[in-house]
């Protein structure tokens, strides 16, 4: 139902800054939440930020003040603005979409993540 696909990954040295880009196609569907999510080697995956479709934004603390989500709703898309990058941001970074279908049901899809690796 919703293709996603994101973009933007690669490496960066610390202090550095990325943007990740996700875009979401298909039909028969609306899209409510936006957000992405992080997996670094050996953890679990965590939230790193969401994004309304109203626009409210939600962090978690450890990339306040350096990550800005935000989202272009004409494109179906969100970003990922890191800022000051470190070396425990490193992980693959999966887009997520929660949505709701024609039937009126929710549901979400996750795109196949991109890695980011920080290192000098």
């Known amino acids: 139902q919703v293709q996603l696909v994101e973009s933007g990954g690669g490496l960066v040295q610390p202090g550095g800054s990325l943007r990740l880009s996700c875009a979401a196609s298909?039909?028969?569907?609306?899209?409510?939440?936006m957000g992405w999510y992080r997996r670094a080697p050996g953890k679990e995956r965590e939230l790193v930020a969401t994004i309304s479709s109203g626009g409210r934004t939600n962090y978690a603390d450890f990339v306040k003040g350096r990550f800005a989500i935000s989202r272009d709703n004409t494109k179906n898309s969100t970003y990922l603005q890191m800022n000051s990058l470190k070396p425990d941001d490193t992980a693959v970074y999966y887009c997520y979409v929660g949505a709701i279908n024609l039937q009126g049901r929710y549901f979400g899809s996750w795109g196949p993540g991109t890695q980011v690796t920080v290192s000098s």
């Open positions: 298909g039909s028969g569907f609306s899209i409510d939440v």
